[in-house]
């Protein structure tokens, strides 16, 4: 079976999602919609309370093919911030397992 990043299907026990099916927007390979200029400032805004906690954890669990975790260990969580269309992304650093 092959699965590039825009399939639907299992790989090792891991599915995965549509880009942007989390969101009800399916995006669509190709060129982007939007230019680096309408994104605005860019923020990586950290993750250290509860209500950006539960907007990191959506955010992973709806748009990364592998879910939201588990993160083993000490994490850093950030949520990246686009000033014009709010967050457009999330990040994590565990520590080694």
Do not use: K, N
């Not at 879910?67 to 850093?76: D, E, K, Y």
């Amino acid at each position: 079976m092959v699965v590039d990043r825009y399939s639907v299907g299992r790989v090792h026990g891991a599915r995965w999602r549509t880009l942007g099916a989390g969101l009800g927007v399916g995006v669509v390979p190709g060129e982007p919609s939007v230019t680096l200029a309408d994104l605005g400032r860019i923020e990586c805004v950290p993750v250290v309370d509860s209500e950006p906690a539960r907007r990191w954890q959506a955010l992973m669990t709806a748009e990364h093919f592998l879910g939201a975790g588990p993160l083993v260990g000490a994490r850093l969580c950030y949520l990246v911030e686009s000033e014009h269309f709010g967050a457009i992304g999330a990040l994590a650093f565990s520590a080694a397992a």
